[in-house]
C-alpha cells in the first residue's frame, strides 16, 4: 500500500472512528438522562381540595384508584426522610419505597435491588464516602432511632451527590408515603392517562401528572448536537479522501483519455474513479469502527470517574451489531462522497485535452 493510499486509509478511519464516537457518546449521555426518570405520572397531594374532600390525601384511596385505573403497569408509593450514617457529615435522604415498580428507571451497577426490609441500594459515592461495599452492613439513625440494614446493590445514582439511600418501605415503616411513582402500560397515551387518573384522584386530595418532560428535551438536544457534530466529521474527512483522489485522478488522466478514446462514457469514468475507492473506504472503516468504540468507552468511563461514579453497563454497552455493521460501512460512504468530486471532473475532461497531458 503506498503512502497516498495509508493517507486516504487514515482519513476514511478518522471520519468512520469520529462518527461511532459521537454517536455513541450521544447514546450513553440519553442513558444517563433516562436513569432519572423514575415515572411516567407522579401523584402527589392537590392543593385544591375540593368540598367534602378529606384534609390529606387518602393514600389507601389512591392506592386502590391507581390499581384499578385502565394502563395502569405497576407505580411506587415513595416516602422520604433524612438519616445520619456513621463516616458522613449530616442527614441524608432516604428514599422509601413500597409496589412493584420501585426500581423502574434505577440501574445496576453491581448487586441486586433491595427485596426485604434491613435491606438499602446505594450509589458510588456513599460506597467511597463510607468505606463500604456491597455486602457490608452500615447502621442507619433516623430521629433516635437505630436501623441495622445491609448493603445489597450498588446502583448508578447522582440525587443528592450520590448520597441518597434507597430501601423497602418496611425499613422505616413509621415513614408515610409522599407521592406515588407510577408506571404506565405498554401503548398507553401517558397525558390521557393522567388526565383521566386525575379526575378520579380530586375528590381523594390528590392529582396526577405526567413526569416532568426536561430529560427528554435534553435528549433531543443531545441527539441534535450529535447529528451536527456526525455531519461536521463526515465532510472533514471527506474533503481527506477529496484531496487524494483529486492527486490520483490528475496523475491519471493521460490514462482516462486513452479510455475516453476508446468509447468509456462519462458514466463509466464517474464509475470507475468512485471505484478505485472503495476498498479503501472499506479498510477505513474496518480499522476506524473499533477505534470508535474503545473511545467512546474510555472516555465515558471516565467522565463518570471524574464525578466518583461507576457506570453501569447499560450506558457504556450502547452500540447494537446493526450499528457497527453501518458504521464499518460508512468508511465506504465517506470514500465515495470525497470521490465524486474529481470523478465528476473526470469526467466533463475533453479526450483531446486529456491525451495531451502527461
Known amino acids: 500500500m503506498c503512502i497516498r493510499d495509508r493517507a486516504m486509509v487514515g482519513a476514511i478511519g478518522f471520519g468512520a472512528a469520529a462518527v461511532t464516537f459521537s454517536v455513541g457518546l450521544a447514546g450513553s449521555l440519553a442513558q444517563v438522562q433516562a436513569s432519572g426518570a423514575h415515572a411516567d405520572v407522579v401523584v402527589s397531594p392537590s392543593h385544591e381540595k375540593p368540598k367534602g374532600a378529606p384534609a390529606e390525601p387518602d393514600?389507601?384511596?389512591?392506592?386502590?384508584a391507581v390499581r384499578a385505573q385502565p394502563g395502569t403497569g405497576g407505580f411506587c408509593a415513595v416516602a422520604t426522610t433524612d438519616v445520619t450514617v456513621p463516616g458522613l457529615t449530616g442527614a441524608h435522604e432516604t428514599v422509601a419505597g413500597s409496589g412493584g415498580q420501585c426500581s423502574y428507571g434505577y440501574r445496576m451497577v453491581s448487586g441486586v435491588w433491595y427485596s426485604h426490609a434491613g435491606e438499602i441500594v446505594v450509589g458510588t459515592p456513599f460506597l467511597t464516602a463510607t468505606h463500604t461495599r456491597v455486602g457490608d452492613s452500615v447502621v442507619l439513625t433516623d430521629a433516635g432511632r437505630q436501623v441495622p440494614v445491609r448493603i445489597v446493590g450498588e446502583v448508578f445514582n447522582t440525587e443528592n451527590d450520590g448520597l441518597q439511600i434507597l430501601t423497602d418501605a418496611a425499613t422505616v415503616p413509621w415513614v408515610k408515603p409522599e407521592i406515588y411513582d407510577v408506571v404506565v402500560a405498554p401503548g398507553t397515551d401517558v397525558d390521557a392517562y393522567a388526565s383521566a387518573l386525575g379526575v378520579v384522584l380530586k375528590p381523594l386530595s390528590a392529582l396526577a401528572m405526567p413526569e416532568d418532560g426536561r430529560s427528554a428535551d435534553v435528549v433531543l438536544i443531545i441527539d441534535a448536537l450529535a447529528g451536527l457534530l456526525t455531519v461536521m466529521l463526515?465532510?472533514?474527512?471527506a474533503l481527506g479522501v477529496l484531496n487524494t483522489v483529486v492527486l490520483d485522478t490528475r496523475e491519471r488522466v493521460h490514462d482516462l483519455?486513452?479510455?475516453?478514446?476508446?468509447?468509456?462514457a462519462p458514466r463509466q469514468t464517474v464509475a470507475m474513479v468512485v471505484a478505485s475507492v472503495v476498498v479503501t473506504g472499506v479498510a477505513g472503516g474496518l480499522v476506524g469502527t473499533p477505534v470508535g468504540v474503545a473511545l467512546q468507552r474510555v472516555i465515558v468511563t471516565r467522565?463518570?470517574?471524574?464525578?466518583?461514579?461507576?457506570?453501569?453497563?447499560?450506558?457504556?454497552?450502547v452500540y447494537g451489531t446493526r450499528d457497527l455493521v453501518l458504521f464499518a460501512c460508512g468508511g465506504v460512504v465517506i470514500a465515495v462522497l470525497g470521490a465524486l468530486l474529481p470523478a465528476g471532473w473526470a469526467a466533463r475532461t475533453r479526450t483531446a485535452v486529456a491525451l495531451r497531458s502527461e
Open 257 to 264: 483519455g486513452v479510455h475516453k478514446a476508446l468509447g468509456m
Open 234 to 237: 463526515i465532510v472533514v474527512a
Open 59 to 64: 393514600w389507601a384511596g389512591i392506592a386502590a
Open 303 to 317: 467522565m463518570a470517574w471524574s464525578a466518583g461514579l461507576r457506570l453501569p453497563a447499560s450506558v457504556l454497552d
